[in-house]
């Protein structure tokens, strides 16, 4: 099984929700940026307080922070077997960061999972879902980011892209993920 773990696709195409039920299975931490970034929003810490601003709006936050975040996640001591990385990296810039920061510890991704889906699909969950950057205006902003600042990094990993068709039923998706990962 493939442990070490990059999921791409649009906002609301289901990765967090596929992630969970693959750590699982995997026995591997799901590392999801938003779920940092919002905890850090819970908690107030001057992280969250500088991340909120960009969240809110449907904007990256600056690749300087994000990254330092997701190193320091990388770097305990339940993700040295694997992890699933949902939502970054999320620019090239970010790509060439973590291939840096896994060089650095002697690792290589196993593979990338792209999650295909129509984005009316995506806009109907995350409307449903109403989390709090998932207002229509905020929405279609996250989606513009996607194909500007995303979208690109399915060229950038090339061979290591594995096709996943996310739409359909959680169970029916997730048994795709497992296939396409054994
Ligand atoms: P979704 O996949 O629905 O867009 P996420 O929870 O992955 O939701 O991300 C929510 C927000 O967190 C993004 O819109 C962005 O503002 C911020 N974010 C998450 N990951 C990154 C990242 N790698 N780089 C910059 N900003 C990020």
């Known amino acids: 099984m493939k442990k070490r773990l990059v ?14 039920l693959l750590a699982e299975k995997l026995g591997v931490p ?6 940092l970034f919002r905890a850090n929003i ?4 001057p992280l969250g307080v500088e991340a909120k601003g960009y969240i809110d709006a449907g904007n990256l936050v600056p690749t300087d922070v994000t990254a330092r975040m997701v190193k320091s996640r990388l770097a305990e001591a339940d993700a040295a077997e694997g992890f699933l990385l949902d ?17 650095e510890a002697g690792v290589a991704l196993d593979g990338v999972l792209n999650f295909v889906i129509d984005e009316d699909i995506v806009v109907e969950r995350m409307l449903a ?26 060229d950038h990993y090339g061979a290591e892209i594995i096709n996943v068709d996310a739409e359909g039923e959680v169970e029916e998706i997730s048994q795709r993920v497992l296939d396409a990962i054994k």
């Open 30 to 35: 799901h590392i999801s940026t938003g779920d």
């Open 87 to 103: 939502g970054f990296p999320r620019t090239t810039e970010q790509a060439e960061l973590l291939q840096e920061m896994l060089d």
């Open 42 to 45: 819970g908690q107030g810490t």
């Open 7 to 20: 999921l791409l696709g649009p906002p609301g195409a289901g990765k967090g929700t596929q992630a969970e």
């Open 129 to 154: 879902r109403g989390r709090e950057d998932d207002k229509e205006d905020v929405i279609r902003n996250r989606l513009a980011v996607y194909h500007s600042e995303t979208k690109p990094l399915i």
